[in-house]
């Protein structure tokens, strides 16, 4: 026994420290297991079908002074006439505090900043759920975490029902009937094809959360059948899969009677006209969302009001959202975390692990406004290679010789062993909160299997011996290795690592990586960028390197599923096609796209469960990305809001923000602050002055 707990230790010891040179340190070998983390809070699951419904209620309430001011006033139609034929309701059940009250404010604080509200062209409007506030897609997937696993499939939203054809190739979707944007405009079939016809077909035009047609599957198809009907005709049978990419943020459709006008097939607009046809001073964007766009003070604040037309209630009829105002605070990301835990904001998500400690010692104390809650390890960061050695993103004659390299086996692993992870994660924080992550599925979800998990672990000498196999020697005795002679005129080996400054993780991450790669003998040159030009850049192709935060498919693997591999031209977030839409896949790379098509249409729990197993073992040993670090996040959110679902995650399905459905957040009474800086006021005309009364 004793020595059976001395070789467990001494296992441990060797997967979290840093790790003495030789021939085993080299190999091949499963992940080390994560240290425990018992600040992680629990999940109460529930059927899909516990959480809402779709019927006509006997009668339907709102607001007090939104009935005086405005329906008594003869200024808009009486809240059943603003409803549906049959509204979304939530039931009480599903409600952690059930049924709430009217009023108050929630106060967000970001970092970014809104280009404007043309979501569907590529526009931000800043992040920080201020887009997860303003959409509705067709399904939704971020409250998906409390779904008993067996009935997990993304809940309806603005598409009601649907079923499939016999032959699996056919999926007819029912719209919710009646429902209206937030200027009175009826929401039909026809903003969704503008959607898919004039966006997402339209090549020159970049949806922001990136859905193109492969989004939805290689020839798949979408046609109205009628106002509340469309039908989608997929290249395989039974894809269910897709049906999770019409949540947020790949499916998501805007108003096409404001949009359509704009739009260089129906106006004289170039595709950059349109794109900015809606700058961030351009107020009362038409919604389907709770909240409404009604002010906006540059490098200040966003303001947000109610929704007059929202077309969910609760089971006692009452018209959401609850909150009358949303806030958006324009600061800093760090300055979130600070602000949600010294409670002058109201909600964060706590995943910059600098920050970790100091909240959690605040959050600890018993006057602290705020609550603070720790999910599974459900944040990860790559190296993420540009792949395409055909032309994507025009690169010149050093850049072409780096992604040649970047699909040479032997760099790969070069680079993957030269990376100290326990050095990166104690350069973030001390303490049991980051783990080892070697790439792919992250260990928090339900997919995960660390004995498929590979991982070189760190070894210098071995990695320089990988550099060498690679063909790369330093021949002019500066300490930085070269390109072989004719391969970049024999040129020191440079490569550029796009990254954003906007979190000062990815800038602790990334000046690590520059570090240790300059001790393996490659010299890494920061292109630090804002979010959105980094965005901008990455889709383009303009990277050699890209240190990036990992995305819902890595986490869930069922949302956005075919951006885990290069499935179509452009699902993957560095190997794309060139100008003639060719891939040039590795084998592996094929592999790693076949198993994720398998994945997409099979309907065997067991069989999906075998499929990422293959999935991850391919992906972890031929070093598809170069993973770096893993941690949990944290919710933050001010104690006197009621309706926090327990164990809400800040990202796994989608964001936190999705997660806790906000509409159904509520302050009592006694509890509400003075926050509110439009008082009993609703967004007035689109493109008008703001908030009316």
């Known amino acids: 026994m004793k020595n059976r707990y001395l070789l467990k230790t001494a296992a441990l010891l060797w997967g979290v420290s840093a790790l003495t040179t030789g021939a085993v340190a080299s190999d091949l070998t499963a992940v080390p297991q994560p240290p425990d983390f018992p600040a992680q809070t629990k999940v109460q699951y529930v059927d899909g079908k516990a959480i809402l419904e779709y019927k006509a209620l006997s009668q339907y309430n709102e607001p007090a002074w939104v ?370 992550y070697p790439g792919g599925i992250l260990s928090g979800s339900n997919f995960y299997d660390r004995q498929s998990t590979m991982y070189y672990p760190f070894d210098l000498e071995g990695a320089k011996k990988e550099l060498a196999a690679a063909g790369l020697k330093d021949t002019d005795g500066n300490g930085i290795v070269n390109f072989p002679a004719g391969v970049n005129g024999g040129k020191d080996v440079e490569i550029s690592l796009l990254m954003t400054n906007d979190y000062t993780t990815d800038k602790s991450l990334a000046e690590g990586v520059v570090a240790q790669m300059q001790k393996l003998g490659i010299r890494v040159v920061l292109n630090a960028q804002a979010g959105k030009d980094r965005d901008n850049a990455a889709g383009a192709g303009k990277f050699d390197w890209m240190v990036l935060r990992t995305s819902a498919e890595l986490a869930s693997v069922v949302q956005n599923t075919p951006q885990l591999a290069a499935t179509g031209p452009r699902t993957s977030w560095f190997h794309r096609a060139n100008n003639k839409n060719e891939l040039d896949l590795m084998p592996f790379e094929k592999e790693l796209a076949d198993t994720v098509n398998k994945f997409i249409v099979s309907s065997d729990p067991k069989e999906q469960a075998e499929l990422m197993k293959k999935y991850q073992k391919i992906y972890t040993s031929n070093v598809n990305t170069v993973g770096l670090v893993e941690y949990p996040g944290a919710l933050i959110i001010n104690k006197r809001f009621k309706n926090v679902p327990p164990g809400t995650p800040i990202y796994m399905f989608n964001w936190a923000e999705d997660s806790v459905i906000r509409e159904r957040l509520y302050v009592p009474t006694a509890d509400q602050g003075d926050y509110q800086l439009f008082k009993d006021t609703l967004p007035g005309k689109p493109g008008g002055e703001g908030p009316q009364k």
């Open 67 to 436: 009935k005086k001011n405005f329906v008594d006033a003869g200024k808009l139609p009486p809240v059943k006439d603003r409803l549906p034929k049959e509204p979304m309701v939530y039931k009480t059940s599903n409600m952690a505090d059930g049924i709430g009250v009217y009023g108050d404010t929630m106060r967000h604080v970001i970092g970014g900043r809104p280009e404007g509200w043309n979501y569907w062209a590529g526009q931000t409007q800043g992040w920080g759920g201020i887009d997860i506030g303003l959409s509705e897609c067709l399904t939704r997937t971020g409250p998906l975490f409390q779904v008993k696993a067996d009935d997990l499939q993304p809940l309806p939203n603005l598409a009601k029902s649907w079923e499939w054809s016999k032959d699996g190739h056919t999926l007819t979707m029912h719209l919710i009937e009646g429902a209206k944007w937030s200027d009175g405009v009826e929401f039909t079939s026809d903003d969704l094809m503008f959607y898919w016809n004039d966006n997402v077909l339209d090549t020159n035009v970049k949806p922001l959360n990136g859905a193109t047609p492969e989004t939805f599957g290689v020839g798949t198809t979408l046609k109205a059948i009628d106002k509340y009907t469309v039908e989608w005709t997929f290249k395989d049978a039974f894809p269910k899969q897709f049906i999770y990419n019409m949540a947020y943020g790949t499916f998501c459709p805007g108003p096409s009677h404001v949009l359509k006008p704009q739009h260089p097939k129906y106006s004289k607009n170039t595709y950059e006209q349109y794109k900015n046809a809606f700058p961030p001073t351009y107020m009362n964007f038409p919604v389907m969302g709770a909240w409404v766009p009604v002010a906006y003070r540059p490098d200040d604040i966003i303001v947000l009001r109610r929704n007059p037309y929202y077309w969910k209630v609760d089971e006692k009829g009452n018209q959401l959202p609850y909150l009358d105002e949303m806030h958006y605070k324009l600061s800093t990301w760090a300055d979130r975390d600070v602000q949600a835990v010294a409670g002058s904001g109201d909600f964060s998500n706590l995943e910059q692990p600098e920050n970790f400690v100091e909240s959690l010692k605040r959050a600890a104390q018993k006057d602290a406004p705020a609550r603070l809650a720790f999910g599974s390890r459900l944040i990860g960061y790559n190296i993420n290679l540009n792949f395409s050695a055909n032309g994507w993103g025009d690169p010149d004659e050093r850049s072409q010789a780096v992604r040649d390299l970047n699909r040479n086996e032997h760099f790969r692993k070069a680079v993957t062993m030269a990376i100290n992870r326990k050095e990166l994660g104690d350069s973030l924080v001390k303490g049991p909160f980051v783990a080892t």
